[in-house]
């Protein structure tokens, strides 16, 4: 498959850095990664990947746009106030570039339905904003051997990790279980401020970049913290594999 002429504009940045280059940019356009939430991580995430080429995003959300979204959710606007998040993204995401195809899954993600879910994409990336939703996603993603990326905001700070299978520790062998309601206060308690869910979603589409396109280092056994009040970005080692997680502790 030789790029077409409209690609070649499309993609030139891309093209004349020597880790992409046509050959990498061939790989993302047959590459596929599943966005799990398109809300405030989701919007930067999906906006980067389409732009990036990535050839087929899967969208998972069953919310429909409210306005309290839109102060962080920047894939949507106003005239998308009551239609379904997954077909306004899709929208925006066609006019963006008409290269991507967009599957659409306008669905809570629940153990009935995640494994086929995750089942046809390369990598993918938990956008959503509570905890079961995150354990799950892990649990299910290990289990299949598929790798993603986590991430979370809260307030002023954003933190991601990306679990590759067999090469690091996943969420649960770092949190081991969700907490109880009411012990960790949600974003929609405490607030979360747009721009930090803008750098923290974009973080988690350069973690998916690199990885389809097998270049530079991921986040694998690490935790990025990211802290928007000072400036700054914390990279913690996290320790291995826990032999005993019920998730991954048959595969380390």
Known sequence: MNLTYEQNKRYSRQLVMKEIGESGQKKLLSSSVLVIGAGGLGSPALMYLASAGVGTIGIADADEVDVSNLQRQV?????????????????????????????????????????????????????????????????????????????????????????IPHKSPCYRCVFEEEPKAGDVPLPKEVGVISAACGVTGSLQAMEAIKFLLSKGELLCGYMLIYNALNASFRKIKLPKQNPNCKACAKQA
């Open 75 to 163: 894939i949507h606007n106003c005239a998308d106030i009551g239609k379904a998040k997954v077909e306004s993204a899709k929208e925006k995401i066609n006019k963006l570039n008409p290269d991507v195809n967009v599957k659409t899954y306008k669905t809570y993600v629940n153990s009935e339905n995640i494994a086929e879910l995750i089942s046809d994409y390369d990598f993918v990336l938990d956008c959503t904003d509570n905890f079961g939703s995150k354990f799950l996603i892990n649990d299910y993603c290990v289990k299949a051997e598929k790798p993603f990326c986590h991430a979370g905001v809260v307030g002023f700070e954003g933190q991601l990790m990306t679990y």
